[in-house]
Every structure is written in C-alpha cells, then in structure tokens.
C-alpha cells in the first residue's frame, strides 16, 4: 500500500488542468489538485499486481452473480483518489449519491464497486457511509431525506482493507478534518447476457467521459447535497 500511495502522489502531481485524465479539488490552503486520477492502474505498477492477485479476483465471486472486470492492463481500470483536508471546490468529498446516478443504471447495474484502502479511513480521515439496504429500495439518487426508514452506517477500514458496495447503494464520504485519505477505485460489472448488445467505445472516449462527469459533479456539489456530508451520524446500534 505504501508503494502504491507513492505511485497516486506522482500521478497527482503529473496531473494538468486539461490532461482529460483527472478531477480537480481545491484544498483548504487555496491549493488546486488532482483529486481524482483516471486510469491509475495504468501508472501504477503495484496497484496492477493487487488486481492480478488471484484474492482480488475473487472478490467478483461474492455474490451468486456472473460479473466481468476490466483489464488492469489495457483498460481504465481503476481511479486513484487524494482526499485533502478542506477542500472549498470540487468534488473529492462526494455528497450522497449512487454510482448510476449521473446515468448508466440499465447498462452497470447492480454490480460491484471495489475501494482499496491505500490509508485508514475514520471519522478523521474520510471514510464512507452507506443507507444500508438502499440498493433495493426505490429511492433518490442524491440526498437523503429525513424520514428514509433505512439505517445509515459507516464503514471504517485500516491500510488494505478493501470495501464493496453494490453500485445502487446510497452512499457518500465524510470529509477528512485531521488527515488525509487516499483510496483507489475499481469494479466488477454484470456480466453480459446471451443477446445483450454492449456499447463499444474506444479507451479515449471512455475516458472523455469520465473526465466530464468532473463538471457535472462540481454542479451538484453546489446544491446543498454537500452540507449533508457534515452532519452524517452513525445510526444508534
């Protein structure tokens, strides 16, 4: 992990305004940075051993569903995350929302959002939450409204623990107020079905796209879903 945190720290700070592979924040110093490096896997030769480690691939076998995952190899294949303390623009510490949110739900859904804890994730240092159960219930996809009768929880991890999710969860991360976090991103999708007709795009387009949803989520953070992050609480037990 530590190799791994080594490898995000020289993309992020490879990283350009306009390189197409990235999404910005700006931190509590007035400091702009890469908060979110596509295509890791390509730039990291530890984090593409960890996916070709047979445990890794397992992780796909969790449920009695058929998935398929991208290839660490050839593919943007995972997303490197830096979640700074303070940031004021941007969207390194993501509101309320679900995966298919900014669309995509027919093609993905439900599959399996895989998060590699390269740091710990705390209270202190931005770990995630989750509306239990959200991924079957007929909800919102930003938001979470007070009288939601589901149980809302975090997830805590240590170095290399690893969290997955289905990708209809409602979830979101707290801001790191002591230490930073960082964490990459990957999944496993449903794999196709007999007489399924699966887009084709290229790698650059797909990236393109990725690195568009920074804007469009940059707009959402703006709407008073990020102030809902703050307050999150653990649900009594």
Request: glycine share 10%.
């Amino acid at each position: 992990m530590a190799a791994i945190v080594t490898e995000l720290d020289d993309a992020t700070a490879a990283a350009t305004r306009d390189d197409g592979q990235s999404w910005w924040a700006r931190d509590g110093s007035g400091e702009w940075y890469a908060a979110r490096v596509l295509g890791f896997n390509e730039k990291s030769p530890g984090l593409r051993a960890v996916m070709h480690d047979e445990r890794f691939a397992r992780l796909g076998q969790l449920t009695d569903d058929e998935f398929t995952r991208r290839d660490p190899d050839t593919t943007d294949a995972a997303e490197g995350l830096t979640k700074r303390i303070g940031v004021t623009d941007g969207i390194s510490d993501v509101p309320w929302h679900k995966d298919c949110s900014p669309g995509g739900h027919s093609f993905r859904c439900c599959g399996l959002t895989v998060g590699v804890c390269l740091t710990p994730a705390d209270r202190e240092s931005g770990e995630l939450g989750v509306v239990a159960g959200s991924h079957r219930a007929n909800v919102q996809g930003g938001g979470v409204r007070a009288d939601l009768d589901l149980p809302r929880v975090t997830l805590p991890a240590d170095t290399g623990d690893i969290t997955i999710h289905c990708s209809c969860t409602l979830h979101m991360s707290r801001p790191p107020v002591s230490r930073e976090r960082r964490v990459v991103y990957t999944s496993f999708a449903q794999a196709p079905r007999p007489g399924d007709v699966v887009p084709t795009l290229d790698r650059d387009a797909i990236r393109r796209s990725r690195a568009d949803l920074d804007g469009a989520g940059r707009r959402l953070s703006t709407r008073g879903y990020g102030g809902e992050a703050q307050q999150f609480e653990l649900d009594p037990a």
